[in-house]
């Protein structure tokens, strides 16, 4: 309803709750694409994402999270990407809706999962979280997290559930979205 009324400061905050949602599924480039589109929508009205002072301390303790997991490069990257979008693109990305210029080029090797990257979309769709991916291929927790996010890009989708969703459905032919 935010959406179709308009109403940037309220989309903000669910746009920020989106985010600390997302940080606390460990998907924390999409937590920090979200935490940019909220500030941006709620800034672009002079709000806050954070209207309730004692809410500050949860959105810190959201935003550090990110920062650990992704690097401080990464979160920046993923941020800056997340303001850049549009009101309507950022509220499209923050409900799975439409895809935002993730998708790698549709030519090309580059576009197909590599044996590694189904590997761990096979494990995504189990419902692992990096962690427990890295544990069972032996690999480091920000290695697994990498390979999701490479996954994330080439097949143009925006979460995690997507991937497995995918896995599932892809049955022989994992080369394609």
């Known amino acids: 309803m935010g959406r179709n009324l308009n109403d940037r400061l309220n989309v903000g905050m669910c746009l920020q709750t989106l985010s600390c949602v997302a940080a606390d599924s460990n998907d ?4 920090a694409m979200l935490m940019g589109a909220a500030e941006e929508a709620s800034g672009s009205v002079g ?3 954070v209207v309730m002072p004692s809410m500050t301390v949860f959105q810190d303790k959201c935003e550090r999270k ?7 490069q990464a979160f920046n990257d993923a941020r800056t990407k997340g303001a850049d979008l549009s009101f309507r693109d950022a509220v499209d990305y923050a409900l799975g809706e439409k895809r935002t210029g993730l998708r790698s080029s549709a030519t090309g090797p580059s576009n197909r999962p590599t ?3 189904l590997e761990v979309a096979a ?3 189990e419902g692992l979280t990096n962690k427990e991916i890295a544990a069972r291929l032996v690999i480091s927790p920000r290695t697994a997290q990498g390979h ?3 996954l994330l890009v080439k097949l143009g989708f925006t979460s ?3 991937v497995a969703t995918w896995f599932a459905e ?3 032919d994992r080369t394609k979205p």
């Open 115 to 117: 044996k590694r990257e």
């Open 28 to 31: 924390a480039r999409r937590a």
């Open 170 to 172: 892809s049955k022989g």
């Open 160 to 162: 995690r559930a997507q």
């Open 47 to 49: 709000g806050s994402v």
């Open 123 to 125: 494990l995504v769709a």
């Open 148 to 150: 999701v996010e490479h």
């Open 66 to 72: 990110i920062r650990l997991a992704l690097g401080e």
